[in-house]
């Protein structure tokens, strides 16, 4: 059940962020994002990332590329561009209204996916021009999620006491 939901959600999650984009093009009005959409935003990117995750995980290695190869690309591709708009936004309000814990927090997790999107991009990108296997991207993948592991003990250790909670 789990392959066929992933085949459902990821061209679906490709199109609301292209479409997202489009919006964001059209109206100039990327970096006014709110609060509380931009904590729903980064869930967003982050079920992007499980349905990367699990599609790599259960895509045979040795098969060539298809046409769900190239719409899991797109979904990256567009991931990295509005988590970058995310990060316009982030930044726009610690410029404005200062650092605090959650300000800081949030630019560190986007930070972290937009370099595991950046480099999946590319090593997915190899891959469709058959420049690159598809274990590189298995490996990438496998190896980077400690660094989300570290950046949670980062905000849950370091922040109370250079916040001052402690």
């Given at each position: 059940m789990a392959p066929v939901l992933t085949r459902l959600f990821t061209p679906l999650f490709a199109a609301v962020l292209v479409a997202f984009l489009g919006v964001v093009l059209w109206t100039g009005r990327g970096?006014?994002?709110?609060?509380n959409v931009l904590i729903a935003?980064?869930?967003?990117?982050?079920?992007?990332?499980?349905?990367?995750?699990y599609s790599v995980s259960a895509r045979d290695p040795r098969s060539s590329p298809d046409a769900?190869?190239?719409?899991q690309v797109e979904l990256v591709?567009?991931?990295l561009l509005a988590d970058a708009v995310?990060?316009?936004a982030i930044a726009a309000r610690i410029t404005e209204f200062g650092f605090t814990p959650n300000r800081?927090?949030?630019?560190?997790?986007?930070?972290?996916?937009?370099v595991n999107l950046a480099w999946s991009a590319l090593l997915y990108t190899r891959f469709?021009?058959?420049?690159?296997?598809f274990a590189g991207l298995e490996r990438w993948q496998t190896n980077y999620l400690p660094v989300y592991a570290v950046w949670a003990a980062i905000v849950v250790i370091v922040f109370p006491p250079l916040f001052g909670y402690i």
């Open positions: 970096i006014d994002i709110e609060r935003f980064d869930l967003l990117l982050v079920v992007v990332l499980g349905l990367l995750l769900f190869d190239v719409v591709i567009s991931a995310a990060l316009w800081v927090a949030a630019l560190g997790m986007n930070v972290i996916l937009l469709l021009r058959g420049r690159g296997a």
